[in-house]
């Protein structure tokens, strides 16, 4: 009866209860759960399918949510790429605290852990700085981001394991790990939560 609390029940269900729930629904269902999904859950739920399905899935899905997840389905889930979510927020080096905090306001479909991060972007849309959301908080609104930004990259990209994910983030005491590719243009995020699921072993208790 509410959708969206049946998509964040099913993200929290095991493997093997989701692969089930998966089988005993037609395409339509699926596809209908799948896009209320987050993109980086709905890739690893399509992998679940039966191969015959999944591009039958991936087909009904809204041209948004199709993109993000044949994005994301074309590295291995042991990876970077694999672990990232594409929702982010991240705004021009010369925007203001105050306009990075409108975008944080705004992002209301982004997971939280999204959120804790801010991506400062250069014209070129290189990668230029990271702001964590408390030093925004802390911060006067009118200063620009260029000034507030910390230039001292952490950067992951999409080919990195698990390990090499997760030991950049603890050493670093990061809560989310920007994603991206040759060029240093932003491909995602790694949230800390995804993280450490992937890290710790499933029969772990």
Known sequence: ??????????????DNKQARLLHARTDEEVAGLL?????????????????ERRQVVIDLLPEVQKTKDLTLLGYHEATAGGLMGPEFVALSEEKTIGDALLAVRSATTHQPEALTMIHIIRDDGILAGTLMLVRALQSAPETLLRDAADHHL???????????????MADFNLLSLP??????????????DDALEAAIPRDWV
């Open 35 to 51: 896009a209320r999904m987050r993109a980086d859950d709905a890739a690893d739920a399509v992998m679940d399918l039966a191969q």
């Open 154 to 168: 952490v950067v992951a990209s999409p080919e990195d394991d698990i390990i090499t994910v997760t030991t950049r």
């Open 179 to 192: 994603v991206v590719d040759s060029d240093n243009r932003m491909l995602g995020i790694v949230t800390v």
């Open 1 to 14: 009866e509410d959708p969206e609390l049946e998509a964040d029940v099913f993200e929290e269900l095991d």
